[in-house]
């Protein structure tokens, strides 16, 4: 039984940027899920953090997943993730840094346009098996607080909009400049996976947290936008990326 435990959220982009790199290097590892809200206690004792991921490796607690990302680096340097080339491996770092930016706007957007839809709640609620009714009282209390904890208000989320619109053409520009497979270089890096896992909610790749919806209930308007983003070259790439490295 492994002592490596990654406590998340299953529907966090941010706990499956962790997750990504854990399956990548072959390190085993326990989920605990914690509960939206009252995480908080937990995380601040853990990590003095509010948020998720949390990896515990033995007697190793770290919080946030650029940390968890260089710890795991440092510390299992088999299957890198970060070149040897200083040039490349800084390139790599710029970009992972860029796409956890991209990442808050990704969620924004997404919550602005679907928050309301009982799937959303039910996806972030569910896994932790609570009793029907508890599930029933939370999922208005929690829907709200997610409202307010990530600013999902029509102007925010308008600008978030083209946030992520800037997250996408970074892709194509990088993909442009390089060999149309991964972002820097010849290989799979932390770039790679940290602009794949942060934009995957929009693309929603079978089998992940995020495939929960029957798009043809979605509003035409919204149907066009995943369309769209599905099909142009960015949303490929997320897509090829699941398919191929995930
Ligand atoms: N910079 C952090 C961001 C993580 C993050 O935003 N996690 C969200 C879930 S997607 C969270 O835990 N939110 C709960 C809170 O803020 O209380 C990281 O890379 O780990």
Request: with cysteine; charged share 25%.
């Amino acid at each position: 039984m492994t002592d490596r435990i990654l406590y998340q959220f299953p529907i966090s982009h941010y706990c499956e940027k962790t997750r990504w790199q854990l399956d990548h290097k072959g390190l085993g590892f326990r989920i605990h899920n914690l509960l939206p809200g009252p995480h908080r206690i937990r995380t601040r004792l853990m990590a003095r953090i509010d948020t998720l991921p949390i990896l515990r490796d033995g007697k190793r607690t770290v919080g946030d997943s650029t940390r968890i990302a260089y710890y795991l680096e440092k510390t299992y340097p088999e299957r890198p993730l970060l070149p040897e080339d200083r040039e490349l491996r800084a390139r790599v770092i710029e970009l992972e840094q860029q796409f956890d930016r991209i990442g808050v706007h990704v969620r924004r957007w997404l919550y602005g346009q679907i928050i309301d839809r009982p799937e959303v709640m039910d996806a972030m609620l569910t896994p932790y098996g609570l009793p029907a009714m508890v599930q029933k009282v939370m999922t208005p209390v929690t829907r709200e607080a997610v409202r307010r904890l990530y600013r999902i208000q029509p102007k925010a989320v308008m600008r978030s909009e083209q946030r992520v619109e800037e997250g996408l053409a970074l892709v194509e520009s990088c993909l442009q400049k390089g060999n149309g497979h991964y972002l820097v270089g010849d290989t799979f890096t932390l770039a790679d996976i940290a602009a794949a896992s942060l934009l995957a909610p929009l693309l929603s790749p079978v089998g992940t947290p995020w495939d929960i919806f029957d798009e043809s209930t979605l509003s035409p308007a919204l149907q066009a936008q995943l369309h769209k983003l599905n099909t142009r070259p960015a949303g490929q790439w997320v897509l090829a990326r699941y398919g191929q490295d995930r």
